[in-house]
């Protein structure tokens, strides 16, 4: 794929392509296709035409992905869906589509620019929300759902934008995988986990939630929800990982985004629409909240595996993309526990030797103080083995959710900051004391054994005319897995 190719579809500018539309500029270029503005020969309309460039990507594979792009992006009725109207190949066998002219710019590009403000976020969760809701109706999951298949397309109202949904190459039909079961297709960063283990036949709409949670992410902390320098390092994150909770955001907002993003498709959202409308609520739930002014942004997570697909509209991408920026804290898995992960995950992608193949790159990148020291001489002393460290105690969170929200909780007689505890995994019992003014206090024995939720609902405490009421005999109710008092 060289400049060549594009030259020659230069030539045809000011020309009619399959007898309707004359090209009148280029637009940009991607990995797999070239894109021109055209004007219709008989309507006063203007259409963008994505070309599929020749070098190196006119495989079948290739082929099947433009038109399958075209296809479903004609069958998907949504005004937040990119619409293709039509489908053609030149003279030479070149397959192109037309799709409406889009003007503004992808989501990926503000987001380097400027961070949302609250109403755009609100505009922006709800459009792709409903764009997706469209799209899973239809038996289609997109699977590569990021911000620069997201595009703001400016408008002639009073929203500053309209979403668009690009880019439905990779995308799955129910009943049909245009993949084979061990190939990884996606962008890392934003893929779920099942998709990063190239189990395409348990993909549904969830997948989707996922990316769409990862996103969201995204817009409220500034950066990824898995930053990362290479693949690898992402995907052993993606497969292993929770992201850090954002702060600033009020807390409904993060829990929200811990159910998107939790590797078990079952405990998601289930569905977009239900993900969207849940943001919603807790943003107006917290009216005054508003996002903080952060400088522009502009080291992203969207590494692409395999070939980088065309969308709609593109740009080559500038050198201000690889500015570095700081992350959130994490506490991440040992790097040997993240390898034996990235290593599965690779066997089922690309097969025993491809996991070889990466194992020796990651050992060539791996700072001298890690690497193994070579074997002494037979006549060197043998060397004493150091003393294996103590092993890290097994953590487990436990989120509370208090009612009234004003509660405050107190872990064996200690003050819990915040909605979130992270314990030692034990079997032992802790005692914890949830109060508020006004109401009740409510005494609740829980065993720190696995993450779960706690959803305690204070009783409002009666007038007190009489002889006082009585607590239960021990004042304790005993709270094990997910129950709420």
């Known amino acids: ?103 503004g710019q992808s989501l990926a590009e503000r987001l380097a620019a400027r961070p949302l403000d609250r109403e755009e976020i609100l505009l922006l969760t709800r459009q792709i929300g409903s764009a997706l809701a469209t799209a899973h109706a239809r038996g289609v999951v997109h699977r590569d759902l990021k911000p620069e298949n997201v595009f703001l397309a400016r408008t002639d109202g009073a929203q500053p934008f309209a979403v668009k949904l690009l880019d439905f190459g990779i995308s799955k039909v129910a009943g049909e995988s245009m993949t084979r079961t061990d ?6 960063a934003y893929m779920s986990p099942e998709q990063a283990r190239g189990d395409h036949r348990k993909l549904d709409a969830r997948s989707d939630v996922y990316s769409f ?37 009020p807390r409904a907002v993060n829990r929200i985004l811990e159910r998107a993003l939790t590797k078990d498709p079952a405990g998601r959202p289930a569905s977009a629409l239900e993900l969207a409308e849940a943001i919603e609520r807790a943003l107006a739930d917290a009216a005054s909240w508003r996002p903080p002014e952060r400088p522009p942004d502009v080291l992203r997570g969207g590494e692409s595996v395999g070939e980088t697909r065309a969308t709609g509209i593109e740009s080559a991408p500038t050198a201000a993309a690889t500015t570095a920026r700081p992350r959130l804290p994490a506490v991440r898995p040992s790097r040997r526990r993240r390898m034996v992960a990235v290593m599965a995950a690779v066997v089922v992608a690309g097969g025993a030797a491809t996991a070889i193949a990466v194992l020796l790159a990651d050992r060539g990148s791996t700072p001298e103080a890690e690497r193994a020291p070579p074997a002494p001489a037979l006549a060197a002393p043998r060397p004493v083995a150091p003393e294996p460290a103590p092993a890290t105690p097994e953590r487990v969170r436990i989120h509370l959710r208090l009612d009234p929200a004003d509660a405050r909780a107190l872990l064996d007689g200690r003050a819990v900051e915040g909605d979130l505890l ?33 959803a305690i609902r204070l009783d409002r405490r009666a007038a007190r005319h009489g002889k006082k009421k009585r607590p239960h005999r021990d004042g304790t109710a005993p709270l094990i897995g997910g129950d709420a008092l």
């Open 1 to 103: 794929m060289g400049v060549g190719e594009v030259s020659r579809l230069d030539e045809l500018i000011g020309h009619a392509v399959g007898g309707d539309y004359v090209l009148r500029r280029f637009i940009g270029r991607g990995g797999m296709g070239a894109v021109y503005e055209a004007d219709h020969v008989r309507l006063p309309s203007r259409f963008a035409v994505k070309f599929l460039l020749v070098g190196g990507s006119r495989s079948a594979d290739a082929m099947t992905r433009f038109r399958r792009e075209a296809e479903i992006a004609s069958q998907l009725d949504s005004p937040h869906i990119a619409s293709v109207v039509d489908f053609n190949q030149l003279e030479d066998g070149t397959p192109y589509f037309v799709m409406d002219l889009l003007e």
């Open 422 to 454: 992270e314990l030692e995994r034990s079997t032992e019992p802790r005692t914890l004391v949830v109060r508020a003014p006004g109401f009740d206090d409510k005494t609740a024995t829980i065993i720190p054994d696995q993450e779960k939720d706690l």
């Open 183 to 188: 190939t990884v297709l996606g962008t890392p």
């Open 213 to 249: 949670g990862a996103v969201l992410y995204e817009l409220f902390a500034g950066q990824p929800a898995f930053p990362g320098d290479n693949t690898f390092e992402v995907l052993s994150q993606v497969a292993l990982d929770m992201p850090p909770r954002i702060d600033g955001v």
